[in-house]
């Protein structure tokens, strides 16, 4: 917003958010879909959503993956998680998993690679929610997640910088998932996880990267779809205009 950084990268509902307020800021590609987003539950624990109803949940209520977790669940459930349960905020993902492992909270909300942090520590822990696998059974498309995006006049000013981050970006998701023990093997030490976690975070599928390139009416209407369920909950005022893509 400040101008700072030409390129930035985040959840795909906070530059909406930002966008849809005047912010000069467009999409250019997801990289992530919203099966990195899950609930856990502890050794023992619940084995349904239903179950839940009155227990304690743990979550990083500012952040818009609990927005997005919210808007699937009451869109494809009929449950709004505040009033069914008794939403406990935390600072951040690996603070949710941290309650799980002490048996602190009935559930939690946490995304990869936090998950498989917590499951190579405690294994008999749940994953009890999968955001990502739900939404895709139900609409046949991906959830998007994380992605990246550009602020519109640098955008303007180099007209071939939108594509050629898109395939720098596609390029890196491909060669990932193309050779997950070598990715993980260069990248394991800088990013503040051990190899195992993120290998499994990858394998499990619940760190799905996935390339999804605004520049294709696929990958727009997935956003489009993804922002309906985000307005019909309150968490985003309207829908978004071609003005946010950066095609």
Request: hydrophobic share 45%; charged share 25%.
């Amino acid at each position: 917003m400040a101008g700072n950084y030409d390129v930035c990268i985040g959840s795909w509902d906070t530059f909406a958010a930002r966008y849809l307020a005047g912010v000069k800021v467009q999409f250019v590609c997801g990289i992530s879909t919203g099966s990195m987003i899950n609930i856990l539950t502890p050794s023992g624990g619940e084995g349904t959503l239903q179950a839940l109803k009155g227990k304690i949940f743990a979550a990083p209520q500012s952040s818009g993956t609990y927005r997005m977790m919210r808007a699937v669940i009451k869109e494809l459930h009929d449950i709004d998680l505040e009033q069914y349960m008794r939403v406990q905020n935390v600072d951040n993902p690996a603070a949710a998993v941290t309650l799980a492992m002490a048996d602190r909270a009935d559930a939690v909300l946490s995304w990869e690679p936090n998950i498989s942090a917590g499951l190579v520590k405690a294994p008999d822990m749940r994953v009890l929610y999968n955001a990502g696998d739900e939404y895709r059974k139900r609409l046949g498309k991906e959830l998007p997640y994380f992605g990246i995006a550009v602020r519109r006049e640098v955008a303007e000013r180099d007209p071939e910088l939108v594509q050629r981050l898109d395939q720098a970006f596609g390029a890196c998701v491909n060669g990932i998932m193309g050779d997950v023990d070598e990715a993980v093997g260069l990248t394991a030490e800088r990013s503040g996880f051990p190899t195992e976690v993120l290998k499994l975070a990858i394998t499990s599928g619940r760190m799905a990267l996935k390339h999804l390139s605004m520049s294709t009416p696929d990958g727009r209407d997935a956003v489009r779809t993804a922002a309906g369920f985000l307005i019909r909950n309150g968490s985003l005022p309207r829908q978004l205009d071609d003005g946010f893509f950066a095609a």
